[in-house]
Nanobody, 124 residues
Framework: QVTLIESGGGLVQAGGSLRLSCAAS????????MAWFRQAPGKEREFVAG????????SYADSVQGRFTLSRDNAANTLFLQMSSLKLEDTAVYYC?????????????????WGQGTQVTVSS
């Protein structure tokens, strides 16, 4: 069992930056793959970025490539998402996900553990 707690969401103007954090507890090891998804009102949950816990592989959605950066602090079991050059269309609830698979899946149903989500609102 893995418990995930997100933080760092908020209101930011377009072009600004935010850093999200996801603290993991429970079954945490080098073999846990983690990712961020987001869900805007009326839309499906979509993949944002993922990282193998050993950090060897990163994967980003095309829509955030070059603007968002994943990093992790293994000692603190925490995953970070640095978001820069934010756009109105980045507004969504952002969810942290974890899974024991070595693969960074882009399909939400393939992930075993989810956080409660944190709201990110980008204003003009």
């Amino acid at each position: 069992q893995v418990t995930l707690i997100e933080s760092g969401g908020g209101l930011v103007q377009a072009g600004g930056s935010l850093r999200l954090s996801c603290a993991a507890s429970g079954r945490t090891s080098d073999d846990i793959t983690m990712a961020w998804f987001r869900q805007a009102p009326g839309k499906e949950r979509e993949f944002v970025a993922g990282i193998s816990w050993r950090g060897a592989r990163h994967s980003y959605a095309d829509s955030v490539q070059g603007r968002f950066t994943l990093s992790r602090d293994n000692a603190a079991n925490t995953l970070f998402l640095q978001m820069s050059s934010l756009k109105l269309e980045d507004t969504a609830v952002y969810y942290c996900a974890a899974d024991g698979s070595p693969n960074i899946h882009r399909i939400p149903s393939l992930w075993d553990y989810w956080g409660q989500g944190t709201q990110v609102t980008v204003s003009s």
